[in-house]
């Protein structure tokens, strides 16, 4: 079968593609960027890619007619104030077009709905479900409420506080109930209710057997860590303190922990499960579904991560526009160095970032991830998805991958943190010689000021990394 994949460079994405391919199916890929869309070889024979952008009617005219099905695995909560008025014209965009082709069953994966009165963040998902029911085709909802698996959201959030804090004072909402499921479930129901008719025209909520509150969550990682961990919950902390507390101690945005932080107060339980004996499927628990997340983890074999989304960082434009470093009107910091033994410093250069560090002064890299904190960037907490892999696209602490290349021995990053400017950092290695160039392109008077302040700590970080980079 022929399955449209709108979605496919996401986190479920990601995961639920190479199962649609080992399932017999031919995917029709749909990213907004092709230059960060990089699937493993072997699913490159079974797999179209196409560069289509849900908001922009005219690109949509690349979706094939020939369709079997689809999925709708689209979400804007973290890339804008305005996110319901995206994802409402993204899914009636959507409708259209597949309303034209002959796909005749349509997945959409949202949120558990249950309670009367919502977050913006599930009314949001609730208007976008009415939206594709709408459509010449069977529809099935699949509700989801937090998902556990190495490079979620939601885990990385649990992680965050419990590695980090041994004691936490904490908002009210710890106390909701929710009911969470394993990442591979989430895949696995996907994957089984395409064309399975007797799932067309519902709606199904999809769990694991706990409901648990975010305090036993917390608690229960802390236990499958071997941490001793102290919660006390107080109902003093408003929804703005309680952003602030998730987007200083953990690596989401601040947009993000504000569309969570609302949507935490709504109880996410499951009432209509009849999927399970439809699919024949039984969800792990959530300590299984932590055991198999930790193990993926230490093996390094996290598939994706919610922070190689455009929803983490600030680039809302395809990579390949960053990729021309500019030359005029732009302060440039170049150095070089010769290379006694090319691999290790290129092993060492695509290492670079999150646990490895940046080599050289560190601390002072971690001085301006806290900075850039307090003005509502990045920082540094994002680190990088895998220790010794960077693909376009991903994130490296407050950097985007622009450009990878190993064998040519050529990287580049674009910075995601605030700056009164654009500012790249290149890695090249040709001939035996390491060059390292840092491109500021200042954003008028107070950019020119930022460059001459910071150049001295460039002049004492960027020749000690250099150095570290060919030892």
Same mark, same amino acid.
């Given at each position: 079968?022929?399955? *449209?994949?709108?979605?496919?460079?996401?986190?479920?994405?990601?995961?639920?593609?190479?199962?649609?391919?080992?399932?017999?199916?031919?995917?029709?890929?749909?990213?907004?960027?092709?230059?960060?869309?990089?699937?493993?070889?072997?699913?490159?024979?079974?797999?179209?890619?196409?560069?289509?952008?849900?908001?922009?009617?005219?690109?949509?005219?690349?979706?094939?007619?020939?369709?079997?099905?689809?999925?709708?695995? %689209?979400?804007?909560?973290?890339?804008?104030?305005?996110?319901?008025?995206?994802?409402?014209?993204?899914?009636?965009?959507?409708?259209?077009?597949?309303?034209?082709?002959?796909?005749?069953?349509?997945?959409?994966?949202?949120? =558990?709905?249950?309670?009367?009165?919502?977050?913006?963040?599930?009314?949001?998902?609730?208007?976008?479900?009415?939206? +594709? @029911?709408?459509?010449?085709?069977?529809?099935?909802?699949?509700?989801?409420?937090? =998902?556990?698996?190495?490079?979620?959201?939601?885990?990385?959030?649990?992680?965050?506080?419990?590695?980090?804090?041994?004691?936490? =004072?904490? /908002?009210?909402?710890?106390?909701?109930?929710?009911?969470?499921?394993?990442?591979?479930?989430?895949?696995?129901?996907?994957?089984?209710?395409?064309?399975?008719?007797?799932?067309?025209?519902?709606?199904?909520?999809?769990?694991? /057997?706990?409901?648990?509150?975010?305090?036993?969550?917390?608690?229960?990682?802390?236990?499958?860590?071997? %941490?001793?961990?102290?919660?006390?919950?107080?109902?003093?902390?408003?929804?703005?303190?309680?952003?602030?507390?998730?987007?200083?101690?953990?690596?989401?945005?601040? @947009?993000?922990?504000?569309?969570?932080?609302?949507?935490?107060?709504?109880?996410?339980?499951?009432?209509?499960?009849? =999927?399970?004996?439809? %699919?024949?499927?039984?969800?792990?628990?959530?300590?299984?579904? +932590?055991?198999?997340?930790?193990?993926?983890?230490?093996?390094?074999?996290?598939?994706?991560?919610?922070?190689?989304?455009?929803?983490?960082?600030?680039?809302?434009?395809?990579?390949?526009?960053?990729?021309?470093? /500019?030359?005029?009107?732009?302060?440039?910091?170049?150095?070089?160095?010769?290379?006694?033994?090319?691999?290790?410093?290129?092993? @060492?250069?695509?290492?670079?970032?999150?646990?490895?560090?940046?080599?050289?002064?560190?601390? &002072?890299?971690?001085?301006?991830?806290?900075?850039?904190?307090?003005?509502?960037?990045?920082?540094?907490?994002?680190?990088?998805?895998?220790?010794?892999?960077?693909?376009?696209?991903?994130?490296?602490?407050?950097?985007?991958?622009?450009?990878?290349?190993?064998?040519?021995?050529?990287?580049? *990053?674009?910075?995601?943190?605030?700056?009164?400017?654009?500012?790249?950092?290149?890695?090249? &290695?040709?001939?035996?010689? *390491?060059?390292?160039?840092?491109?500021?392109?200042?954003?008028?008077?107070?950019?020119?000021?930022?460059?001459?302040?910071? +150049?001295?700590?460039?002049?004492?970080?960027?020749?000690?990394?250099?150095?570290?980079?060919?030892?």
């Amino acid at each position: 079968m022929r399955i *449209l994949l709108a979605g496919a460079s996401g986190y479920i994405g990601k995961r639920l593609l190479p199962v649609l391919i080992e399932n017999g199916h031919q995917v029709i890929c749909c990213v907004r960027d092709v230059s960060r869309f990089n699937p493993e070889p072997e699913l490159t024979s079974h797999i179209e890619v196409i560069e289509v952008d849900f908001l922009d009617r005219e690109s949509l005219s690349k979706i094939p007619k020939d369709l079997d099905g689809a999925y709708y695995l %689209l979400h804007s909560m973290a890339s804008s104030s305005d996110y319901e008025t995206l994802e409402l014209r993204c899914a009636n965009n959507f409708r259209e077009v597949i309303g034209k082709t002959k796909a005749k069953h349509v997945i959409y994966l949202s949120g =558990i709905i249950n309670e009367d009165s919502l977050s913006r963040h599930l009314e949001s998902r609730k208007a976008v479900e009415f939206e +594709l @029911k709408k459509g010449k085709y069977h529809f099935t909802t699949l509700r989801a409420g937090i =998902i556990i698996g190495s490079g979620s959201a939601s885990f990385e959030i649990i992680r965050d506080l419990v590695e980090k804090l041994p004691i936490m =004072i904490t /908002p009210k909402w710890l106390s909701t109930k929710c009911q969470p499921i394993g990442i591979a479930d989430v895949i696995e129901f996907l994957s089984k209710a395409i064309f399975k008719e007797e799932v067309y025209d519902q709606s199904f909520d999809i769990g694991g /057997p706990d409901i648990l509150t975010y305090k036993e969550m917390l608690l229960g990682f802390a236990e499958a860590r071997g %941490l001793e961990r102290k919660i006390y919950i107080v109902p003093v902390m408003t929804p703005k303190l309680s952003s602030y507390w998730l987007y200083f101690v953990t690596s989401t945005s601040y @947009k993000l922990a504000t569309a969570l932080v609302s949507s935490m107060k709504v109880e996410v339980i499951c009432k209509d499960n009849r =999927i399970n004996e439809i %699919l024949g499927i039984n969800p792990i628990d959530y300590k299984t579904a +932590l055991k198999k997340t930790l193990f993926k983890i230490k093996g390094n074999e996290i598939l994706s991560s919610w922070k190689d989304s455009w929803s983490s960082g600030v680039i809302d434009q395809k990579i390949d526009l960053n990729l021309s470093v /500019p030359k005029f009107g732009c302060f440039k910091d170049e150095r070089t160095i010769e290379v006694n033994d090319i691999e290790r410093a290129k092993d @060492k250069i695509w290492r670079i970032g999150g646990d490895n560090g940046w080599y050289y002064g560190t601390w &002072l890299w971690k001085i301006r991830g806290f900075l850039d904190k307090l003005f509502g960037g990045v920082g540094l907490r994002r680190g990088r998805t895998h220790p010794s892999r960077l693909m376009p696209g991903d994130a490296l602490d407050f950097w985007r991958v622009l450009y990878s290349n190993k064998e040519e021995g050529r990287l580049l *990053l674009f910075a995601e943190m605030k700056l009164p400017g654009e500012a790249w950092l290149e890695f090249n &290695l040709k001939d035996n010689v *390491l060059k390292q160039t840092a491109t500021f392109r200042p954003m008028g008077l107070s950019g020119r000021l930022y460059w001459y302040s910071v +150049l001295p700590f460039h002049g004492f970080i960027f020749k000690g990394m250099l150095k570290e980079l060919v030892n």
